[in-house]
């Protein structure tokens, strides 16, 4: 006597088969994809010559971990995070959000602390790195703070 197979239960196996292996194919992908990203990136880093300050999502993408500058005419408000020194140190990243000359807004880091009270500081002109999150990362840190760890590409999340 020869037995069948039950043929919703071997439908929905075989679905969930088909699934995974897509599902896995897809990571592979994405794992290519984003060590492509952190290259770009780490050219990025590389280059010396500054790019405008960017207005659009787009234009950050494009512009992440490259050199920047912007006049901070007028500071909006100063907001405390997480953040690491340039020596290593955990505590404070103190990051200003700026009224731009063109009439827009931007943020700069304008760096470390141990204490999360934000310093006071006016704005000015201000020049760094293009950080994940369209935040500049000053190069020179406001006065009575410390630098804050450079980005780097090498920091991003690549778990494909």
Excluded at 64 to 81: A, E, M, N, P, T
């Amino acid at each position: 006597m020869t037995r069948r197979l039950p043929l919703l239960p071997t439908l929905v196996v075989a679905a969930a088969v088909a699934l995974m292996i897509g599902l896995g194919v897809w990571q592979l992908q994405r794992a290519e994809w984003k060590a492509d990203l952190i290259a770009r990136y780490s050219r990025a880093q590389a280059m010396s010559s500054n790019v405008p300050w960017p207005t659009t999502e787009e234009q950050v993408e494009r512009s992440l971990f490259r050199w920047s500058q912007f006049d901070c005419q007028r500071v909006l408000g100063i907001r405390s995070g997480a953040g690491t020194s340039a020596q290593g140190m955990k505590g404070w990243a103190h990051i200003a959000r700026c009224a731009l000359p063109s009439g827009g807004e931007a943020e700069v880091a304008i760096g470390w602390s141990k204490e999360p009270a934000p310093p006071p500081w006016s704005g000015g002109e201000v020049s760094g790195v293009i950080a994940p999150g369209g935040v500049l990362r000053a190069a020179q840190p406001a006065p009575g703070l410390q630098p804050l760890a450079p980005p780097d590409p090498k920091d991003l999340p690549n778990n494909h």
